[in-house]
């Protein structure tokens, strides 16, 4: 259980630039999360996936976010048009069904965004 | 909706004593759980510890306990013997409980310093 990766670690950009992040879950987690968090501030839920069906998505993400996880196994977050509050830690989480009434979201290190 | 309230921004104790940090949240949801995650700093998040709300029983981990009063909706975190490694923002989450995949609701966390 090598536990959640995400790529990359650091990411600085320029506004207007497109940007695309990774997560990859625990093997065999079927739930992904993907939350931004903000200096400061807990994370906020952005968007979630069961298997490869995107079953929620947060009213923080504007129509310039868009995320996939195409096969079921990792996902992508990309980020259209970037904009100076995108600035934030985006962090990926998974997760696999629960058993005896117990779920437990894993984090990623997650992948810092600065937009100047 | 669910909030998570922290009011607590910032606490410190010495090493080898006891600290509580404290958690309110609101919600109409009778089944939920509650977490308390800890982010060390430049590290990613784990978690502490977890509770179910239909148990009544307190969950313990170690050095950690909680405090569950369901109908006050309080869940504060105790950490005895403190150590320096407990250093870190420490966020208390509250999760749905539901048949598919819940997203976490986070509170603007308490940074705790631990010192010698």
């Known amino acids: 259980d090598t536990g959640v990766s995400q790529d990359p670690r650091h990411k600085i950009t320029k506004r207007g630039q497109n940007v695309t992040f990774r997560c990859d879950p625990i093997?065999?987690?079927?739930?992904l999360y993907w939350y931004r968090q903000t200096l400061g501030q807990g994370p906020e839920f952005l968007t979630y996936f069961q298997n490869e069906a995107q079953l929620e998505k947060s009213r923080l993400l504007s129509d310039r976010f868009s995320a996939e996880r195409p096969k079921g196994s990792f996902s992508t977050l990309e980020i259209q048009r970037t904009e100076q509050g995108d600035s934030a830690m985006y962090l990926c989480a998974s997760s696999s069904p629960p058993t005896n009434h117990q779920e437990t979201q894993y984090f990623g290190p997650g992948t810092r965004l600065l937009v100047l | 909706a669910q909030t998570v309230t922290q009011s607590q921004p910032e606490m410190s104790v010495q090493e080898a004593e006891t600290v509580t940090l404290s958690c309110t949240y609101d919600?109409?949801?009778?089944?939920?759980?509650l977490f308390w995650y800890k982010q060390p700093p430049s590290r990613q998040m784990i978690l502490v510890i977890r509770?179910?709300?239909?148990?009544?029983q307190n969950a313990t981990e170690n050095r950690f306990s909680v405090n569950f009063q369901k109908a006050a909706k309080s869940f504060s975190l105790k950490i005895s013997d403190s150590q320096l490694g407990d250093t870190a923002m420490y966020f208390c989450a509250f999760m749905k409980l539901t048949g598919t995949a819940s997203k976490l609701t986070f509170g603007t966390g308490t940074r705790l310093q631990v010192t010698l």
């Open positions: 093997s065999e987690h079927n739930r």
């Open positions: 919600t109409s949801e009778s089944n939920y759980y």
């Open positions: 509770q179910e709300a239909y148990k009544q």
